[in-house]
C-alpha cells in the first residue's frame, strides 16, 4: 500500500516539479517512473506522475495514479481534487461530484473545488446546487471572474434576472477582456429590451475576441432587429466564418441575405444548412421561398415537397404561411408574402 512521505522533496521529486512547470510533462514523467522505481510506495511521487500523464491527455492512465494516490491519502484535499478534477474533464460527473465533496468535506475553503463542483452539478442540469457551489466560490474569493459569470448563468435558468445581470457585470468588471462575460451580460440587456446597451457589450467583446462567433451571432440578430439589415448580414456572415459548423449561426445568415432580398446566397446558405441537418423541414422550406424569388420553381416545389415529407403537418403549411405554396404552379406569379 502507498504511504505519503514526511520526509522532504527528494531531488528527482524537485526535478519533475521544475520539468512540470517549463511545460516539459514527458520528461517530468520519466523522471516519476525512474523514481517509483526505487521507491513504489511513495505518494506525492505518483500524484506528480498523474498530473504529467494528464498534461500528456492520458487520462485512463492519470486516473489510475490518482486514484491510488486518493485511496492511499484518503485524509489530502489535495489527492481528491486532482482526482475530482480529471473525472470532470472525463464527463464523470457523478464521481466528479463525490471527489469533489471529499475535498470540501477536508478544506471547506479550497475555492477550485466549489467551482470545479458547480461545473460538475452544472452539467447534471442540478441548475440550484450548482449555482450554490458558484457562490460560495466567489464569497471565498470575490474576485473570481469565472466563478461570477457561470453564477449568473445560473440566475438566468432560474428566472433571477436582477440577480443574473449583477453577476455578468461583476464578471466583466474584474476581467474587462473576458468576452464570454460581456456576451452574457448583452444577451440579458436583450431580453429587457435595453439594445442599445447590449450593443455596446457585443462590440466590447469583439474587441477582445474578434473571431468570437456567438457574440458575432448575437450583435448580428440585435442589428436585424433594430432594421440595420446591411450591418446584420456582416456580423452574422462573420459569426458563420469563425464556426462554420454553427448551424444556428449559419440558418440566422441565410435568414438575413433573405430579408435582405439576396436569393442567390440565401439558397446557397439554406442549402449548405441542409448538408448539416438534412432532417430539418424548416430548411427545406425556406430554401423553396428563396428558389422561388429566383424563379426556379420546379426547384422551389421540390424543396417543399421535401419539407412536408419530413413534417406532413407543418412542412408544406410553412411555405404557405409565408405567402408560398407546396406545389407551386410556375404560370402563376411567386409567392408575395416573402416580400419583408
Avoid at 228 to 250: F, I, K, M, Q, V
Avoid at 313 to 323: F, M, S, W
Amino acid at each position: 500500500m502507498l504511504k505519503p512521505s514526511t520526509a522532504r522533496p527528494t531531488a528527482a521529486l524537485r526535478r519533475a516539479q521544475a520539468a512540470l512547470a517549463d511545460g516539459r510533462a514527458a520528461e517530468a514523467e520519466i523522471i516519476c517512473r525512474r523514481a517509483l522505481a526505487g521507491a513504489p510506495r511513495d505518494v506525492q511521487l505518483r500524484a506528480l506522475l498523474g498530473t504529467a500523464l494528464r498534461r500528456q491527455h492520458r487520462p485512463d492512465e492519470a486516473l489510475a495514479e490518482f486514484q491510488e494516490v486518493a485511496r492511499a491519502w484518503p485524509r489530502s484535499p489535495a489527492a481528491h481534487l486532482d482526482l475530482g478534477a480529471l473525472l470532470l474533464e472525463q464527463r464523470r460527473w457523478p464521481e466528479a461530484v463525490a471527489a469533489l465533496r471529499a475535498t470540501l468535506d477536508l478544506a471547506p475553503r479550497t475555492v477550485e473545488a466549489h467551482f470545479k463542483l458547480g461545473l460538475a452539478l452544472e452539467r447534471q442540469r442540478l441548475w440550484m446546487e450548482a449555482g450554490a457551489a458558484y457562490g460560495e466560490a466567489v464569497r471565498l474569493k470575490p474576485r473570481h471572474a469565472l466563478a461570477h459569470l457561470r453564477l449568473g448563468l445560473m440566475y438566468r435558468r432560474q428566472g433571477r434576472l436582477a440577480e443574473e445581470e449583477a453577476a455578468f457585470r461583476s464578471a466583466a468588471d474584474i476581467a474587462p477582456s473576458l468576452a464570454d462575460a460581456h456576451v452574457a451580460l448583452a444577451g440579458t440587456l436583450v431580453r429587457q429590451g435595453r439594445h442599445a446597451e447590449a450593443e455596446t457589450r457585443y462590440r466590447v467583446a469583439l474587441e477582445s475576441a474578434p473571431r468570437h462567433a456567438i457574440a458575432c451571432e448575437g450583435l448580428g440578430l440585435l442589428l436585424l432587429a433594430r432594421g440595420r439589415l446591411d450591418e446584420a448580414t456582416r456580423a452574422l456572415a462573420d459569426a458563420h466564418r469563425h464556426d462554420p459548423r454553427r448551424l444556428r449561426s449559419l440558418v440566422h445568415l441565410a435568414d438575413a441575405l433573405r430579408r435582405a432580398r439576396r436569393f442567390g446566397e440565401a439558397a446557397a446558405r439554406y442549402r449548405e444548412a441542409i448538408r448539416q441537418r438534412p432532417g430539418l423541414a424548416r430548411l427545406h422550406g425556406c430554401l423553396g421561398l428563396a428558389l422561388w424569388r429566383l424563379r426556379r420553381h420546379s426547384e422551389a416545389a421540390a424543396a417543399w415537397r421535401d419539407a412536408a415529407r419530413l413534417d406532413p403537418e407543418r412542412g408544406g403549411a410553412q411555405a404557405r404561411e409565408r405567402g408560398g405554396r407546396p406545389d407551386p404552379d410556375p404560370r402563376r406569379p411567386g409567392p408575395q408574402g416573402d416580400r419583408r
